[in-house]
């Protein structure tokens, strides 16, 4: 009669992270704060931009109506 051998119960070796996975999250996070940023400074420049809009219109504005007075 022949003993039974145990069978081994083979599970996944757990990965421990190389530094390439380390240095994509790191890259990861930095992407992510700096599209935050990003998205910041485009609602300011979008801001400062309609602004300069208004008072180019202004100056326009002045400048053609000064002009229709001279010329009357």
Request: proline residues 3%; without cysteine.
């Given at each position: 009669?022949?003993?039974?051998r145990?069978?081994?119960?083979?599970?996944p070796v757990?990965?421990?992270?190389?530094?390439?996975s380390?240095?994509?999250?790191?890259w990861r996070?930095?992407?992510?704060?700096?599209?935050q940023?990003?998205t910041?400074w485009?609602?300011?420049?979008?801001?400062?931009?309609?602004s300069?809009?208004k008072?180019?219109q202004?100056?326009?504005?002045?400048?053609?109506?000064?002009?229709?007075?001279?010329?009357?």
């Amino acid at each position: 009669m022949t003993i039974a051998r145990r069978r081994r119960v083979l599970r996944p070796v757990a990965s421990t992270p190389t530094a390439a996975s380390v240095r994509l999250s790191r890259w990861r996070e930095r992407l992510a704060e700096e599209q935050q940023t990003l998205t910041r400074w485009m609602a300011k420049l979008k801001r400062a931009f309609h602004s300069l809009e208004k008072h180019q219109q202004r100056v326009a504005r002045l400048e053609r109506q000064i002009r229709q007075v001279e010329e009357t």
